[in-house]
């Protein structure tokens, strides 16, 4: 029997605020631990909540960029569980009347376009966070951080209507880009500032009822979320056929192992208790509030990648990488103001620069180069002061160094020879010193060319003009 996958995605995102939601304590990262807490966030008895008025105007700023329908009314309630890392027993969120209604993203698949519809989104707060002594399934100990107590998130549902772990991690690359181009976030997955939990189950093709939904908690990269899904869509699959009862539970991935491990079963929504937070009143936003926030979004990827098309003729996956992020689209647009061929850049930006930052695990912001280096050595490179293969060193040691190309061309001293006479004495010699190629080349065997350029480029440690060489090399073996 054929089964499909059926996933929804729960994402929470870290609003962009200093504070946090219901205090005044600092959202810095990094901090040492119980650090940024005062009894509010540490849930003393007494504490009253204020809310932050930065969070709810991103939280309406990311439900607008998500084409979310925005509420005008809506209202905090107590989410009452007990966990060790969330000492009042209860966490503030919303219920029944969340801030951001039904939305939706565009992904796109192989060339076509799918539309991933939102469920809602709603503020909260966080959490504290539990440090763990060894692995989450095996540890004998954990302690307590509060620092992240009552940060502000966004919870971000998504409807169904992913079904392959591919899809999920489009979405979520996607939402991603929207969130940064929005500014609502920095979404730092390594940070926790984005996480994303998958709700994955199976069904027969055909069949409209859903499987068993399993929970797979706080995935914090996209490869661990696609993984995750299609090792739990198999496991689902080989349990029916097998005769086994799924259950409804939250499991964690083990990256190392690359396997999903039961957590707890889990429990349903109705189990929390809601009921409305009676020290927090209703938030009643007017039309206007909305329309103003509405009215100064900033350019979104869609837009953008819309932009790189029309204007510089940009194939649409060119386009789409290149807005991943603010940042990127923010370097190709510097470069233009000063290079005109953008699908050159496209390439340097796709190829090395994508290449570095993924080898580096490192964001554009964090590497050394700049556009002005970028376009300096595009020029060189048009000039013929360097090769193409030469220009991989210079922009590698750019991205590292953040020097400029023209004091790493003359440290490395990797200036292309172009010199006609200089190149023409080599050719002479490298044909002098192979009589049977040059036999081969005169029988008509091309590949005998290619030998003769190889020695010459080797015999010049790769410093001759390969366009000079083949010319010159062309005339002096046809006698012209």
């Known amino acids: 029997m054929a089964y499909e996958t059926v996933i929804g995605l729960e994402v929470h995102v870290e609003l962009k605020t ?22 509010s966030c540490a849930g003393f008895p007494g504490t009253v909540p204020v809310l932050n008025k930065k969070a709810v105007e991103l939280a309406v700023k990311a439900g607008l960029s998500l084409n979310c329908e925005i ?20 966490q503030i969120s919303q219920y029944d009347y969340p801030i951001c209604g039904k939305g939706y993203i565009d992904i796109d698949i192989s060339g076509e376009s799918k539309r991933i519809g939102i469920t809602r989104a709603h503020l909260e707060e966080d959490a504290g966070k539990l ?23 966004l919870e971000i549902v998504s409807e169904p209507e992913m079904r392959s772990g591919i899809e999920a ?65 198999k496991r689902h699959v080989d349990a029916i056929e097998d005769g086994e009862e799924l259950i409804q539970e939250t499991r964690t991935w083990d990256d190392e ?86 699908k050159v850049v496209s390439n340097w930006m796709m190829g090395e620069l994508t290449r570095l930052l993924n080898q580096n695990n490192i964001e554009l912001s964090e590497s050394k180069i700049n556009p002005e280096h970028l376009i300096n050595m595009l020029q060189l490179i048009n000039k013929g002061t360097i090769s193409g293969k030469m220009a991989k060193t210079v922009f590698e040691e750019m991205f590292n160094s953040g020097k400029d190309p023209e004091a790493i061309i003359k440290e490395k001293g990797l ?3 172009s010199d006609e006479e200089t190149l023409l004495a080599t050719i002479e010699e490298v044909i002098n010193n192979n009589p049977k190629v040059l036999e081969d080349y005169k029988a008509g065997k091309e590949k005998a060319f290619g030998f003769f350029v190889g020695q010459v480029m080797k015999a010049t440690k790769g410093q001759a003009n390969p366009a000079i060489v083949n010319k010159l090399l062309k005339e002096k073996l046809n006698g012209e």
């Open 18 to 39: 200093k504070t946090k939601i219901f205090c005044g304590c600092s959202t810095d990262f990094g901090a040492e631990p119980n650090t940024q807490v005062c009894p």
């Open 71 to 90: 509420a005008n009314y809506s209202k905090f309630d107590r989410k009452n569980y007990f966990y060790p890392d969330l000492p009042k027993a209860y």
């Open 131 to 153: 440090v763990h002594q060894g692995s989450i399934t095996t540890t004998t100990s954990s302690l307590v951080d509060l620092n992240r107590s009552s940060v502000p998130l």
């Open 169 to 233: 991690r489009l979405y979520l690359e996607k939402l991603r880009s929207i969130l940064l181009f929005a500014g609502v976030s920095d979404c730092k997955m390594q940070e926790g500032s984005l996480r994303c939990d998958a709700n994955v189950s199976v069904r027969p093709y055909g069949q409209a009822e859903f499987g068993t939904r399993v929970e797979i908690k706080n995935l914090n990269s996209f490869k661990a979320l696609e993984k995750a899904i299609e090792f739990e869509a």
């Open 257 to 342: 192992k690359q396997v999903t491990k039961s957590m707890r079963t889990k429990e349903d929504a109705e189990d929390y208790r809601y009921f409305p937070d009676p020290d927090l009143p209703p938030i009643k936003l007017n039309e206007a509030f909305i329309n103003d926030i509405k009215e100064n979004l900033p350019e979104l990827p869609d837009e953008a990648q819309k932009r790189l098309v029309e204007k510089y003729n940009l194939p649409n996956y060119d386009a789409s990488l290149l807005t991943m992020t603010p940042d990127v689209l923010t370097f190709f647009d510097e470069c233009m103001k000063e290079y005109e061929d953008a």
């Open 415 to 417: 200036v292309q020879i």
